[in-house]
């Protein structure tokens, strides 16, 4: 069931971790609603980096992401708070066995307009490994535009629009 600070989209829950969810993790306690192959190494390190960071756990914060068609955890995606003058680095990562299914571009669009309801956020930030460019894919169908890159990596953000003189 949905909380108040759960983010729905189409197919997706994303909903920050709770301690029990933590604990599972860093304890490599399999839970019954996971993906067989969730956590993956990824989820491991942000699931300790949560667990130690006040900040993290934030309604800005990090977060599972959720199947809606059965509930099953198959990854995580997450804002880096507070902001930095202005600006929040996103992170993710789909479990192997769903990946293909547009699931991290899904959970990104909705985590990149959620932040900039963040007070005083203006960018939405990411850098990628060059070797991962279906990353960078997803950081795009999220609306962020590659801006530069050195020998390793690419970097990308989005900036909230001005608004409107009135």
Request: negative net charge; charged residues 20%.
């Amino acid at each position: 069931m949905p909380s108040g600070t759960d983010l729905l989209t189409a197919r997706l829950l994303l909903r920050p971790w709770s301690d029990g969810e933590l604990a599972a993790v860093l304890d490599g306690t399999p839970q019954p609603h996971w993906a067989a192959d969730f956590p993956a190494d990824g989820d491991r390190v942000i699931a300790g980096f949560t667990a130690e960071n006040p900040d993290a756990r934030g309604v800005h914060g990090q977060r599972q992401i959720l199947e809606r068609d059965g509930g099953r955890v198959v990854g995580a995606i997450g804002l880096f708070w507070p902001p930095s003058d202005g600006s929040l680095e996103i992170g993710y990562g789909i479990v192997p066995s769903r990946r293909g299914r547009g699931y991290a571009s899904e959970a990104a669009r909705a985590l990149v307009a959620f932040a900039f309801t963040a007070p005083g956020v203006h960018t939405v930030c990411a850098d990628v490994e060059l070797s991962n460019p279906a990353s960078g894919r997803v950081l795009e169908k999220a609306g962020l535009v590659r801006w530069s890159s050195d020998d390793r990596l690419a970097r990308f953000r989005l900036t909230a629009p001005e608004p409107a003189a009135g």
